[in-house]
């Protein structure tokens, strides 16, 4: 329905304007020669309010333009060191939603962690948060992250894997610990989740306020040296990937990558997993107790 009078006002705001205007013109300049008219008005000033309609109707069409002109041009593409000027932008809203897909998440956990630890002093306006990430399961053998083989096969290494875990182990901890601070405080419920999808991290996907979407894709085939002893792995470079933007304020196709974005993670959120690490992972039931030794007969 929104979208709709969007639309609506869009094409008949002009054709209204002008009407409104050039009505005013007519009647003020009627008024100055038919005296009725111009007593029920009262008003003197006809042949200057005449003028100034007719100068507004003249240039109307022209300040609609100035005034498009003059609006920052939406950004096609930025930095993902800039992600944190997006998150900045989401926290002001009263409800926050911030969906990330990719990596390890670690530019937007560094992010997202100072935002939430500022509102535990001062919240703003936001009374909810809501942060879902979705990162590959380190726990399957994978192409990428891997270890550079004999002629840059990749070979899996379930070793670098489980650092990874447990990187993104650290970050869900950290971020649902705050979380908790801020939920038990009253003022702000928050609540951040990790889930895995299968497969490489190939896309780098952030959606803030079901609003704005970010889409880029991983260098799959980088290379990193974590000592100079050991061996070259296929690890992506998330803060060197270039972002694509969509914004619901920019055109219909803009509006509707937006919309395929939100579907997507909605759906892959859905079907992806729970980490056994996960801070949300429900504790297992207490065993029930062992039946009693019989006596001996």
């Known amino acids: 329905m929104g979208e709709r009078l969007k639309r609506f006002q869009a094409r008949y705001e002009p054709v209204f304007t002008r009407i409104l205007l050039l009505t005013l013109f007519v009647t003020e300049v009627m008024a100055q020669f038919v005296t009725p008219l111009g007593d029920f008005l009262r008003d003197k000033a006809f ?5 100034l ?3 507004g109707y003249v240039l109307y069409d022209s300040v609609k333009d100035l005034d498009g002109s003059l609006r920052r041009p939406p950004r096609l593409q930025v930095k993902s060191q800039e992600l944190g000027t997006f998150v900045s ?3 002001r809203a009263r409800t926050v939603d911030i969906r990330f897909l990719g990596y390890t998440g670690e530019t937007l956990y560094h992010e997202l962690y100072h935002r939430l630890e500022g509102l535990l002093d001062d919240p703003g306006p936001t009374r909810r948060v809501s942060v879902k990430v979705l990162i590959p399961d380190f726990g399957q053998p994978m192409t990428v992250p891997s270890r550079v083989g004999p002629d840059g096969r990749p070979q899996d290494d379930p070793a670098y894997r489980r650092g990874l875990e447990a990187q993104c182990q650290m970050y869900d901890r950290r971020l649902s610990a705050i979380a908790e601070r801020l939920t038990s405080g009253g003022r702000v419920t928050a609540e951040c989740e990790y889930r895995l999808y299968p ?5 780098k996907i952030c959606v803030f306020n079901r ?4 889409h880029g894709l991983y260098d799959v085939v980088a290379r990193t040296v974590q000592r100079s002893s050991e061996p070259e792995f296929y690890d ?4 060197r990937t270039d972002l694509n933007v969509w914004s619901r304020e920019g055109d219909e196709d803009s509006k509707s990558v937006v919309s395929t974005w939100n579907k997507h993670l909605d759906d892959l959120w859905s079907l992806a997993s729970v980490p056994s690490w996960s801070s949300l992972t429900p504790a297992p039931p207490p065993a029930p107790p062992s039946p009693p030794t019989p006596a001996p007969q």
Do not use: H, N, Q, T
């Not at 497969?199 to 896309?203: A, E, F, Q, T, V």
């Open 53 to 55: 309609s007719l100068v």
């Open 47 to 51: 042949i200057g309010g005449a003028v």
């Open 199 to 203: 497969g490489i991290p190939r896309d």
């Open 211 to 214: 609003e704005l979407a970010l």
């Open 236 to 239: 992506p470079k998330g803060y």
């Open 89 to 91: 932008e989401a926290f």
